[in-house]
């Protein structure tokens, strides 16, 4: 069966990675267009390449949890495609080999000038760390008022599947909201959520838990 998962930042909380941003509309502290737009990397790039370094470092000391670990369980026995918004490799890390990062990964970097020469990156990011090409390397990050370049490959998994499994997003923030048109209409959707703005209904199934009870409990039905 060919599974779609739709990932958030939900997922990666309860890792103990911190949210995009509050209710305030802060990151960490930051404006997030300070620390996450083309504007704000030319204004401080330091700043912004010191946030990511914070959150590089923050990375390496967590690890995968049980929402991650049931989706990686999911492949024994299914074809699993993860389209996630998390710019961490706890997917990966969990066991699952479809992954794909809408916003890019926080464990790799890009040419300023020439954004397919990207390279892994683990450590930290400073100014003078240059591409091959002798241009500053930027985190690969898609930032606000940036293209979402695999968003047409993501629809393309969406269009395919035949179980859509929702888990640590709204799906309130474009384009990543749209995906959930491309699903077929006889699709089953599974929505984990612990407050879910939606009751279940048709062919959605909402499970009012978090990640790490609720993913357990969509493997387990699927099983």
């Keep these: 069966m060919k599974i779609t998962v739709l990932s958030g930042a939900g997922v990666s909380a309860e ?23 083309p504007q704000g990397w030319r204004a ?27 989706l990686a369980k999911l492949e024994q026995d299914h074809q699993v495609n993860i389209v996630t918004q998390n710019v961490d490799d706890l997917h990966e890390r ?10 890019g990964e926080l464990f790799k970097v890009r040419c300023s000038k020439y954004h397919d020469d990207i390279r892994l990156w683990k450590k930290d990011l400073n100014l003078g760390d240059l591409s091959k090409n002798g241009h500053q390397l930027r985190p690969h990050i898609v930032w606000f008022g940036e293209d979402v370049p695999l968003i047409a490959k993501a629809a393309e998994i969406v269009s395919q599947c035949e179980v859509l499994i929702i888990v640590g997003t709204s799906m309130q923030v474009y384009p990543a909201a749209g995906l959930l048109n491309y699903a077929p209409l006889e699709t089953p959707i599974y929505f984990v959520d612990p407050n879910p703005a939606i009751a279940s209904g048709g062919r959605v199934k909402v499970i009012a838990s978090s990640a790490t009870q609720g993913i357990p409990t969509v493997v387990d039905l699927l099983s």
């Design 15 to 37: 890792s103990g990675l911190k949210t995009f941003r509050d209710s305030n509309g802060l990151w960490e502290g930051h404006d997030v267009m300070e620390v996450a737009s």
């Design 94 to 103: 969990s066991g699952s080999s479809e992954v794909l990062h809408l916003h």
């Design 44 to 70: 401080n790039p330091e700043l912004v390449l010191d946030f990511y370094n914070q959150r590089r470092r923050q990375l390496l000391e967590v690890a995968p949890n049980s929402a991650h670990t049931a």
